[in-house]
DNA sequence: CCGAACTGGGTACACCGTACCCGATTACGC
DNA sequence: GCGTAATCGGGTACGGTGTACCCAGTTCGG
């Protein structure tokens, strides 16, 4: 049956995440071990980008055989999970403020986790279909959660400030990451890329057909994306600040409202 | 030569998205059209999503063999892009405000971003190295860039405000549009997945690891992604507004200053 | 001490992108 | 008109992928 399958598929691979997974007594002691082979994948992923990993090329790298990776995670997928979670989890905490304001917390959420896409970009290029859920992912939804503890909001406000945030910190480092990819994983150059695209867009600016884009200066793209990101995420914080003001005034002035 | 090679893949890529291509006088007429093909690609992507979407099968859809596409089509990162522009290009510019204020323009960009992705989830699955620079994108661009127009600020700020709303928009789809096709793609349904994470998810909760997760009302999670998005979309809205009333306010009181 | 349970991993299959090659077709130069 | 160069369709083949299946070797419970 497909469902019993999948179910057992789950349920496997939640274990893999969670870590709850007692040791057979028989049979030989494993080679390997789940970690091993989860910061192996990292490590590949790392440093040969999300196309150069697969299951023979981290066997290679333990010095198994590919099969025997299959002893210890159901399939490439759920190794993506693990190496997801993990990733997640490797964030440090120590600079993490604990009793600062909203603000502070939502900003530290979100420049830790550019940090993270910036160091393991392919996070944003494998798509699994659901969210992880792991340890490490809801110990950091725990985390932005506490900044926001003691605003007098609702939790679908709460989760619409984290998913916003979240969800821009994700769209600008997926852009910025695949570009910082770029050169090594197409083998063009910057430089052969912008050259062999200048003629073309310069007829276009010409045409007419795009006068607003051919009124930019010129260097109105040589925007680090460090700097556009950061701009976009204190606006973006300023707007939930104005959210807040907002519902302050309306609080204190007219009669409470809820939803 | 490496260099001769990569330079002539760039302008033979460059030359089919921008449609300069004058047809060969020798030789049969082709029985297939960039158009048709392109089309079909969309068609599959949509369909059976980005796993479905090889040469192959695009072939098959067309009735060729697989290796005729190459006589239009350099290799298949490319064929990507061209789906990918010409899926820029489906949106219907009819609802498109042309002289409204800069905010309306702005949400009806995302909006419309927003519905693209919904339409053509690949489009956020697909990572392409380098942005596609296509006619239908700098279309785009240039009518995000026209709601700007009359504001007075630089045009890094410019630049600023439209990848602020375009990170944003394209984060949070993706996590949508992935949620949304996981049920196809995985063979495991909502329920199956909730059922499963249930108990491990329960005993994570009661563990006391991540309180404020814990504390959160049972429906927090259940809030559609739309009005997740158009609700950061508004704060962030929100936000530029702000930084232009802060602008206006220094501009107006102390010394004028530019960057 | 036998058999059950487990580990390592080789082989094989289906599928992928695409390099290379060949015959058929067409239009140009003579 | 005719040879020839250019183009089109596409078959074959290669090296890669994830992984199902199977078997040999190892270890412990009964």
Redesign the interface.
């Known amino acids: 049956m497909?469902?019993e399958k999948?179910?057992d598929?789950?349920?496997r691979s939640?274990e893999l995440l969670?870590g709850r997974r007692e040791r057979p007594t028989r049979g030989p002691k494993p080679g390997l071990t789940l970690d091993r082979i989860v910061a192996a994948g990292i490590r590949i992923a790392d440093a040969e980008g999300?196309d150069g990993l697969s299951m023979r090329r981290v066997a290679a790298e333990l010095g198994v055989g590919a099969m025997s990776l299959y002893r210890y995670v159901p399939g490439k997928?759920e190794l993506l999970e693990l190496m997801i979670d993990r990733a997640y989890g490797m964030t440090d905490g120590s600079d993490a403020p604990r009793d600062a304001d909203w603000r502070t917390v939502l900003r530290t959420v979100a420049l830790g986790t550019w940090r993270m896409y910036l160091a393991h970009p392919w996070l944003?290029?494998v798509?699994?279909?659901?969210?992880v859920?792991g340890?490490a992912a809801?110990?950091g939804?725990?985390?932005a959660?506490?900044g926001l503890?003691d605003l007098d909001i609702t939790?679908?406000?709460?989760?619409?400030f984290v998913?916003?945030v979240?969800?821009?910190?994700?769209?600008?480092a997926?852009?910025h990451v695949?570009?910082a990819?770029?050169a090594r994983?197409?083998?063009?150059s910057d430089e052969?890329?912008w050259t062999?695209?200048g003629p073309?867009?310069e007829k276009?600016m010409l045409s007419g057909?795009?006068?607003?884009?051919a009124?930019?200066?010129e260097?109105?793209?040589a925007?680090p994306g460090g700097k556009?990101?950061e701009?976009?995420l204190?606006?973006?914080?300023?707007?939930?600040e104005?959210?807040l003001a907002a519902r302050d005034a309306g609080r204190s002035g007219g009669g409470a409202k809820d939803a």
Chains 1, 2 share one sequence.
């Open positions: 497909t469902t999948s179910g598929y789950l349920r939640l969670w999300i997928a944003l290029q798509n699994l279909a659901r969210p859920l340890p809801v110990a939804l725990d985390y959660l506490s503890a939790d679908h406000e709460r989760m619409g998913t916003a979240d969800g821009y910190v994700a769209g600008c997926r852009t695949n570009a990819q770029a994983q197409t083998g063009i052969e890329f062999a695209h073309m867009l276009a057909a795009y006068p607003h884009v009124a930019l200066a260097d109105a793209f925007v556009l990101f701009f976009g204190e606006r973006l914080l300023d707007g939930l104005a959210f």
